[in-house]
Protein backbone atom coordinates (compact mmCIF):
# COMPACT_ATOMS: atom_id res chain seq x y z
CA UNK A 1 0.00 0.00 0.00
CA UNK A 2 1.74 3.25 -0.65
CA UNK A 3 -0.21 6.92 0.38
CA UNK A 4 1.01 10.47 -0.51
CA UNK A 5 -0.75 13.01 1.72
CA UNK A 6 -1.08 16.62 0.11
CA UNK A 7 -2.46 19.94 0.85
CA UNK A 8 -1.39 20.95 4.28
CA UNK A 9 0.69 24.07 5.30
CA UNK A 10 0.76 27.15 7.67
CA UNK A 11 -2.28 28.57 8.22
CA UNK A 12 -3.42 31.38 10.87
CA UNK A 13 -5.90 30.10 13.59
CA UNK A 14 -9.71 30.27 12.11
CA UNK A 15 -8.05 29.34 8.69
CA UNK A 16 -9.49 26.20 6.71
CA UNK A 17 -7.12 23.85 4.96
CA UNK A 18 -8.52 20.61 2.45
CA UNK A 19 -6.03 17.47 3.04
CA UNK A 20 -5.63 14.97 0.27
CA UNK A 21 -4.64 11.16 0.39
CA UNK A 22 -3.85 9.51 -2.44
CA UNK A 23 -3.35 5.58 -2.25
CA UNK A 24 -2.52 3.15 -4.61
CA UNK A 25 -0.90 -0.45 -4.51
CA UNK A 26 -4.55 -1.48 -3.02
CA UNK A 27 -8.24 -1.25 -3.88
CA UNK A 28 -9.46 1.48 -1.71
CA UNK A 29 -13.45 0.83 -2.29
CA UNK A 30 -13.05 -2.52 -0.03
CA UNK A 31 -11.79 -0.32 3.09
CA UNK A 32 -12.56 1.59 5.31
CA UNK A 33 -10.67 4.85 5.65
CA UNK A 34 -9.46 7.16 8.71
CA UNK A 35 -7.35 10.10 8.96
CA UNK A 36 -5.07 10.80 11.61
CA UNK A 37 -2.41 13.55 13.14
CA UNK A 38 0.62 13.23 15.18
CA UNK A 39 1.77 16.39 17.38
CA UNK A 40 5.15 16.80 18.38
CA UNK A 41 6.18 14.40 20.96
CA UNK A 42 2.87 12.49 21.14
CA UNK A 43 1.52 9.70 19.88
CA UNK A 44 -0.71 9.09 16.83
CA UNK A 45 -4.86 10.61 17.05
CA UNK A 46 -7.16 9.43 15.59
CA UNK A 47 -9.13 12.14 13.94
CA UNK A 48 -11.55 10.58 11.64
CA UNK A 49 -13.36 7.88 9.88
CA UNK A 50 -15.38 6.88 6.82
CA UNK A 51 -16.59 3.89 5.34
CA UNK A 52 -16.12 1.92 2.21
CA UNK A 53 -19.15 3.86 0.22
CA UNK A 54 -18.76 7.02 2.29
CA UNK A 55 -22.13 7.08 3.23
CA UNK A 56 -20.98 6.85 7.67
CA UNK A 57 -18.64 9.00 8.69
CA UNK A 58 -17.05 9.63 12.26
CA UNK A 59 -15.35 12.10 14.17
CA UNK A 60 -12.86 13.24 17.34
CA UNK A 61 -14.75 15.27 19.57
CA UNK A 62 -11.89 17.42 19.00
CA UNK A 63 -12.69 18.09 15.41
CA UNK A 64 -16.34 17.28 15.56
CA UNK A 65 -18.12 20.32 13.50
CA UNK A 66 -15.41 21.83 11.90
CA UNK A 67 -14.07 18.95 9.97
CA UNK A 68 -15.38 17.06 7.09
CA UNK A 69 -14.27 14.36 5.78
CA UNK A 70 -15.14 12.45 2.26
CA UNK A 71 -13.77 10.03 -0.08
CA UNK A 72 -13.48 9.31 -3.91
CA UNK A 73 -13.29 5.86 -5.09
CA UNK A 74 -12.46 6.53 -8.43
CA UNK A 75 -9.93 8.17 -7.77
CA UNK A 76 -8.48 6.11 -4.95
CA UNK A 77 -8.31 9.68 -3.11
CA UNK A 78 -9.44 10.17 0.67
CA UNK A 79 -10.00 14.27 1.86
CA UNK A 80 -9.78 15.95 4.75
CA UNK A 81 -11.23 19.61 5.02
CA UNK A 82 -11.09 21.42 7.77
CA UNK A 83 -12.55 24.73 9.00
CA UNK A 84 -11.91 26.73 11.69
CA UNK A 85 -8.48 25.24 12.61
CA UNK A 86 -6.73 25.98 16.30
CA UNK A 87 -3.64 25.84 17.62
CA UNK A 88 -4.59 22.68 18.79
CA UNK A 89 -4.85 21.00 15.45
CA UNK A 90 -1.11 21.65 14.31
CA UNK A 91 0.78 17.95 13.52
CA UNK A 92 1.39 15.47 10.87
CA UNK A 93 -1.49 14.19 8.87
CA UNK A 94 -2.07 11.07 7.46
CA UNK A 95 -4.74 8.80 6.42
CA UNK A 96 -4.95 5.14 7.69
CA UNK A 97 -6.93 1.86 6.50
CA UNK A 98 -9.76 1.15 8.80
CA UNK A 99 -12.63 3.49 10.46
CA UNK A 100 -10.44 4.19 13.53
CA UNK A 101 -7.15 3.94 11.50
CA UNK A 102 -4.36 5.72 13.20
CA UNK A 103 -1.29 3.58 12.43
CA UNK A 104 1.71 5.68 10.69
CA UNK A 105 4.18 3.62 9.57
CA UNK A 106 8.19 4.09 9.78
CA UNK A 107 8.93 6.54 7.10
CA UNK A 108 5.10 7.66 6.26
CA UNK A 109 5.74 11.85 6.13
CA UNK A 110 2.15 12.70 6.07
CA UNK A 111 1.85 16.49 4.55
CA UNK A 112 2.50 18.56 7.94
CA UNK A 113 -0.37 21.30 9.19
CA UNK A 114 0.72 23.69 11.34
CA UNK A 115 -1.50 26.90 12.99
CA UNK A 116 -0.34 30.05 14.33
CA UNK A 117 -2.26 32.44 16.64
Known amino acids: AHYEESGGGLVQAGGTLTLTCKTS????????MSWARQAPGKGPEWVSG????????SYANSVKGRFTISRNNVVNELYLQMNNLTIEDTGVYFC???????????GRQGTQVTVSA
Open 25 to 32: GFTLVNYD
Open 50 to 57: VNTEGSRT
Open 96 to 106: AKGLRGRTREP
